[in-house]
C-alpha cells in the first residue's frame, strides 16, 4: 500500500513538472532579466574586435557555455538535504563552515569587481555624452565621478525592495530598445568584417582573440546570483521534480538570452569595422556610446547614450546591494572571531564609505573596462559558477548521477579558460 501511494505521489509530481506554470514564466523572464545589464553593452566590442571567425566561434558557444554552467549550479543548490537551503548552507553542508566562509569571500570578489567596472562605465558615459550630445566642457574627471558615485548611492537610500522593483520594471524596455536599436543598424550593415577573414583573428590569433573574450561572455551572461534563490522557490514548488522544471526553464530562458543578445552583438559588429570596435575598446566606453558618437543619426546620437546610462546605473545598484550583503558578511565573521559585534546600521555606513571611496578612486584613475572583465569578474565568476559545482560533481554522492557526462567536461574547460585569463599580464 505505501509503495503505491509513493509511486502515484511521484507520478503526480512528474506529472506536475511537465506542465508549465504562470510562476515558470515569470521565473523564466527573471533569470532573462538579471543576465541582460550593461555587461552586454561591452561584448560586441570584444566579440567583434578578432573579426569573424571568432565571431561566429563565439556565437556557437554562448548557449552551451551559458546553460549548462548554470544548470550546473543550480544542480548543486537542489543537492541539499534541506528544501530551503541556500548555497552557503549547501557548501557549508558539503564541504564545511570553512569553505562556507571562502564562498562568502569568493561572492564578495566576483561583484565587487563589476562594482568597480559600472563606476566607471557611467563615468565615460555620460562625460561623452556632454561632450558629444550636450556640447558642454564636462567637469574634471574626479569631480564627475565623485557626483555620479554620490548620486547612485543616495538611491540606495530609498531601500532595497525600492531598488529591486525599479530595476526589475527597467530592463524589460532596456531589452526592447536595444532589439530596436539592433533593427535600426540594420541599414548600415556593410562586408567590412568579410573582407578579411582569417583565422589568425584579426593579427592575435584565433585561440588568443578567444582567451581574452570567453571572460566578457562569461561576465555578459551571468546570473549566477539569483540561481540559488530559484533553486530554492522551485524545489518548494515541485519537490523532487524541481531539476527537471529549473532545467526547462533554464533552457527556455538561455535560448531567449542568446539569440537577443547575439543578435545585437551581430547587428553592432556588422555596421561597423574591426578597427572602429578597437577605436571603442581604447575609449574605453561602452558600444552604444561609440555609435552615438559614429553614426550622424539625432535619434541614435542622444537615444543610445541615455539607454547605456540606464543599464549601467541599473546594474550599478544591482551589483552594490551584492557587494555590501559580501563586505557586510566579511565584516561580520571577522569581528565574530575577535568577539566582537557591530550594529547593522553602522555596519552599512561603514561599507557605504568604503565604497564610495574605492568606486570613486577607480572611476578617477580609468583603467580599462573590458581589462577589468578579463582579469577580475570573469575568472572570479568562472570559479564559482563553472568549477564549483563540476568538483562536487565528483566529490558528493548526492551529485555523482549526473557525472560521466560530456558538457561537464566542456563546462570545465571553458571555466579554466577563462580562470587563466588573468594570467595574462604574467607573459
Known amino acids: 500500500m505505501e509503495s503505491s501511494k509513493t509511486a502515484t505521489f511521484e507520478l503526480a509530481a512528474t506529472a506536475d513538472a511537465e506542465a508549465w506554470r504562470k510562476s515558470d514564466t515569470m521565473w523564466m523572464l527573471g533569470l532573462y532579466g538579471t543576465a541582460i545589464g550593461a555587461g552586454v553593452l561591452f561584448l560586441p566590442i570584444n566579440a567583434g ?45 558539503h564541504f564545511g563552515a570553512g569553505a562556507g566562509k571562502l564562498l562568502t569571500l569568493l561572492y564578495f570578489f566576483a561583484i565587487y569587481p563589476i562594482l568597480l567596472v559600472y563606476s566607471v562605465a557611467i563615468t565615460n558615459t555620460v562625460e ?94 551571468n546570473h549566477s ?6 533553486a530554492v522557490a522551485k524545489r518548494e514548488e ?6 527537471k522544471k529549473c532545467s526547462r526553464i533554464l533552457a527556455r530562458s538561455h535560448v531567449m538570452m542568446v539569440c537577443t543578445v547575439m543578435f545585437f552583438v551581430f547587428s553592432c559588429v556588422l555596421s561597423l569595422s574591426p578597427e572602429n570596435l578597437a577605436e571603442a575598446k581604447a575609449q574605453n566606453i561602452s558600444i552604444l556610446s561609440f555609435l ?5 543619426t539625432p535619434l541614435m546620437a542622444w537615444l543610445a547614450p541615455v539607454i547605456a546610462m540606464i543599464a549601467i546605473t541599473k546594474s550599478f545598484l544591482g551589483h552594490y546591494l551584492g557587494a555590501r550583503e559580501g563586505f557586510n558578511g566579511l565584516m561580520v565573521k571577522s569581528l565574530g572571531k575577535r568577539g566582537k559585534s557591530i550594529s547593522e546600521s553602522k555596519l552599512n555606513r561603514i561599507t557605504a564609505l568604503f565604497m564610495l571611496v574605492t568606486t570613486w578612486l577607480i572611476a578617477t584613475l580609468n583603467p580599462s573596462i573590458l581589462g577589468m572583465i578579463e582579469k577580475l569578474g570573469g575568472p572570479v565568476i568562472a570559479i564559482l559558477l563553472f568549477l564549483m ?10 551529485m555523482r548521477q549526473y557525472s560521466g557526462k560530456i558538457s561537464n567536461l566542456f563546462v570545465v574547460l571553458t571555466g579554466l579558460i577563462a580562470i587563466s585569463a588573468i594570467a595574462w599580464d604574467l607573459f
Open 49 to 93: 574586435i578578432g573579426g569573424l571567425i571568432p565571431l561566429i566561434v563565439m556565437a556557437l558557444l554562448a548557449f552551451p557555455m551559458t546553460y549548462f554552467s548554470h544548470r550546473g549550479l543550480c544542480r548543486f543548490v537542489l543537492s541539499g538535504k534541506n528544501p530551503g537551503e541556500d548555497i552557503t548552507g549547501v557548501v557549508e553542508e
Open 128 to 221: 561623452s555624452f556632454m561632450t558629444h550630445q550636450l556640447h558642454l566642457n564636462a567637469p574634471p574627471r574626479a569631480l564627475l565621478s565623485l557626483i555620479l558615485i554620490v548620486g547612485l548611492m543616495a538611491i540606495v537610500r530609498f531601500g532595497k525592495e525600492m531598488i529591486v522593483k525599479t530595476m526589475s520594471v527597467l530592463v524589460y524596455p532596456f531589452v526592447l530598445v536595444l532589439m530596436a536599436l539592433a533593427l535600426f543598424l540594420i541599414p548600415h550593415w556593410n562586408s567590412t568584417i568579410f573582407q578579411h577573414v582569417s583565422l589568425a583573428g584579426s593579427g592575435k590569433g584565433l585561440m588568443m582573440t578567444l582567451w581574452l573574450a570567453i571572460p566578457v561572455m562569461v561576465f555578459s551572461f
Open 225 to 230: 546570483p539569483v540561481i540559488s534563490a530559484f
Open 238 to 243: 515541485y519537490g523532487d521534480a524541481a531539476e
Open 292 to 296: 552615438a558618437n559614429h553614426f550622424n
Open 389 to 398: 559545482p563540476m568538483y562536487a560533481i565528483n566529490k558528493v554522492p548526492a
